[in-house]
């Protein structure tokens, strides 16, 4: 079995950034994906310079937390940021809000205010000298119903091929809700035949409480993890793990599959 295990939020402060190069220097995660609005791109971009032939970095894409990189009239008109108050009453920062309409149909200008924010954070992290190998989101945003058109496109215009999809390692899940979320990944393949997915997606945790279950020798898993974040424990499952001695267990990253 190949195994891809992603360190999300990369990016996302100075403490996260430090706890993902920790990981990476104790051979604990193979991947990170990259948040262009948060308050560390800057520690993110160092994190390629010195590691980027030891793991692959993907984007995070946020419309969920933080800052917007693009300001949109139309979304703060319509609810679509926070906006917070300052103490004197006035208006003050802005933040992402996205969320409420993840499972949403939307109007085709707000779809498109909503493709040019992440039109910005792609091409900030490419501006930054970052590669990205491949796509995710905060909250998976991406595996929305908000998103299903856009993400092949978007991926397409950025010549990205490789996607993370909708989580499919769900011990405790139906068969109904296991093939609703196999027609999300072909839905989005049927619009663009270039994306690449990893066979199975998950919880780093649901996979260390069910035994490190090893699947198929063929199958490529992707487990998530949140080194620096509020996932105590899960780090430390991570870091109890001795990936050398889980037989028929190849580390790997989104470099190396497709």
């Known amino acids: 079995m190949k195994l891809i295990i992603n360190a999300d939020d990369c990016g996302k402060n100075k403490e996260v950034n430090a706890a993902i190069s920790h990981f990476i220097e104790t051979g604990k995660i193979t991947s990170t994906t990259v948040m262009a609005n948060m308050d560390d791109l800057e520690g993110a971009s160092r994190l390629f310079d010195e590691y980027q032939d030891s793991i692959s970095f993907g984007i995070h894409l946020n419309l969920t937390e933080g800052h917007p990189l693009r300001y949109s009239q139309e979304l703060l008109d319509r609810g679509y940021y926070k906006e917070t108050a300052n103490v004197a009453g006035e208006k003050g920062n802005i933040y992402l809000n996205i969320n409420q309409l993840r499972n949403k149909i939307i109007s085709t200008s707000i779809q498109k205010e909503l493709e040019k924010e992440l039109c910005a954070q792609i091409e900030k992290v490419l501006d930054y000298g970052i590669r990205i190998s491949h796509i995710d989101s905060h909250h998976h945003i991406h ?116």
């Open 143 to 258: 595996t929305s119903l908000l998103m299903l058109r856009m993400m092949p496109k978007l991926a397409k215009r950025y010549g990205i091929h490789k996607m993370r999809r909708m989580r499919n390692y769900v011990p405790s899940a139906s068969w109904t809700n296991m093939a609703l979320r196999d027609l999300w990944k072909q839905l989005i393949k049927l619009q663009n035949h270039r994306i690449v997915m990893t066979d199975y997606f998950g919880i780093y945790e649901e996979w260390y409480d069910n035994g490190k279950q090893i699947l198929h020798e063929n199958t490529v898993l992707e487990l998530m993890c949140h080194p620096g974040g509020a996932y105590s424990e899960e780090e430390c499952k991570l870091l109890e793990t001795d990936f050398t001695q889980l037989a028929n267990v190849e580390l790997v990253n989104y470099n190396m599959i497709g």
